[in-house]
Nanobody, 119 residues
Framework: QVQLVESGGGLVQPGGSLRLSCAASGSIFSFGDMGWYRQAPGMQRELVARITRDGTTYYGDSVKGRFTISRDNAKNTVYLQMNSLKPEDTAVYYC?????????????WGQGTLVTVSS
């Protein structure tokens, strides 16, 4: 079984910062891309950022220059540093990790962590 445990969400004022973490554990043979998506109420889930195993990063247009994705392959963890947060960043944030287990290679989702940006 694979577990993705997210942490770091919460309430922050506009202009503030938060750091999300997502740690993978279980019977994992190898990792591929890792990423973060978000879903606001009434909206579709959207890409926030992704990072390949060799460190190449991709960002959604709305977060470029404000958010930074990183990964620690030794700790099987992906991070999302969020700066200059805006009310429109309010959403449930989900980590997404592609990995290989005994049953094959596929993407796995975390349980989600709520980020609320409000004064």
């Amino acid at each position: 079984q694979v577990q993705l445990v997210e942490s770091g969400g919460g309430l922050v004022q506009p202009g503030g910062s938060l750091r999300l973490s997502c740690a993978a554990s279980g019977s994992i043979f190898s990792f591929g891309d890792m990423g973060w998506y978000r879903q606001a109420p009434g909206m579709q889930r959207e890409l926030v950022a992704r990072i390949t195993r060799d460190g190449t990063t991709y960002y959604g247009d709305s977060v470029k220059g404000r958010f930074t994705i990183s990964r620690d392959n030794a700790k099987n963890t992906v991070y999302l540093q969020m700066n200059s947060l805006k009310p429109e960043d309010t959403a449930v944030y989900y980590c997404n990790v592609a990995l290989r287990t005994l049953t094959g290679y596929r993407e796995h989702w975390g349980q989600g962590t709520l980020v609320t940006v409000s004064s």
